[in-house]
């Protein structure tokens, strides 16, 4: 498949509006984009859209501000920066107001310089202002600003702002449940993440850097059609697997290493998140055999839990009992399994969730609880399932046979009507299987 087949169309991005607006009849929604961010010196980091933002509007440039209002003429706005052939030299081309309206969609567009005077005319009708305070400088000081201005001015007819409040949560409830569309794009991260891995399987060998895996592993994301990452990825060998968000990927692999590689493709703004662990030798040792096949039935029991209805937390109580009962019977712990794991006594083997929820961010937005306690999983969700057991410095009390392990496997899983399905499930994580692709690859 060519990476240009799969892109957000814009019937998607007029749907959430329109959904979030008849969610939030009363008022304005005013939502910021992000801005670019220095790097060093006049160097900035590469510009990636705040999530949300691109969510509703498939705009990527920064410095944008969109503002929705239900029942009006012109219910969706835009201010952008104005298109200016000079930067196009250097930089790149704007939209700009034209491309803004055109392309974009907007009913109508402003160059970026006129908020500060634009905006408080289009909310001068507004007693509710749906805003995240805090979440742009200008903006704030601009309904700050509004705010006071309207208050002196009710006793002369003027509509006083009446509240201002968040719609952060009602995005977040949107965009926890994936649409089709947006299946499809998490599955083909999903998919050139699996060759990057391919990749990195034929390329680790002893006496091989961390970095040269990585770049085996990144070069077919690239090749493929993913812009960047989705995270920095993690390419850890040894005991460099126990440091749960290594990135230096800076050392050498060793002949008796485990390799754990933690990493996702973007694209299409989504992202893969998946994590394979394997002997760099392509034979795991006794030890290392024993805590991967603890790992790995922890997952498939925890994979087997997700289904409509059942609880987020509950898909982490399986796999962690899972992992104990794996610990005790190794004589690695000592104890009642229940006791254990409501007294989480396991904490200096497996210090870790063992899902978070996917999708335009590696640990994507919504609630795991409210006040009715843990959320429900419903068909649409997407969320990681990665038990790991680490045998790092913090596990003190471990067999010398074990120090230095550290395996976590990780899958992407879609919830279903009837239950789930592993969109990551083409990437191998069976031991023999991965002995046999390393061997191979030799």
Known sequence: MSAGLLATQPHEFRSRRRRLMDSLTDGAIVIAAGHDAPRNNDVDHQYRQDSSFWYLTGFDEPDAVAVLRPGS???????VRPYDPTFEIWVGRRAGVRGAVGQLGANAAYPLEQLDSQLPKLLAECETIHYALGSDDRVDGIISGLVKQRRRMAQRGAKSVRRIEDPTAQIDAMRQVKTDEEVALLQRAIDITAVGFESA???????????????????PFRHLGSPRNGYPSIVAGGANACVLHYVRNDETLGPDDLLLIDAGAEYGYYTADVTRTWPVSGTFTPAQRDIYDIVLESQKKAIAEVKPGVG???????????????????GIMGGDVEQILNDAAYRDYYMHATSHWLGLDVHDCGAYRDEKGQIRLRPGMVLTVEPGLYFGAQAKKAPEAYRGIGIRIEDDVLVTGDG???????????????EAIVKDGR
């Open 201 to 219: 399987m034929q390329t680790a060998a002893p006496g091989i850097a961390e970095y040269e895996v990585q770049a085996a592993l990144e070069r």
């Open 420 to 434: 789930c399905r592993v969109l990551s499930e083409a990437i191998p994580k069976e031991a023999d299987e991965l």
């Open 312 to 330: 987020f937390d509950d898909v982490h109580k399986v796999a962690t009992r899972t992992l104990i009962e794996g610990l005790v019977n190794l």
């Open 73 to 79: 003429d012109t219910p969706y706005t835009l201010f």
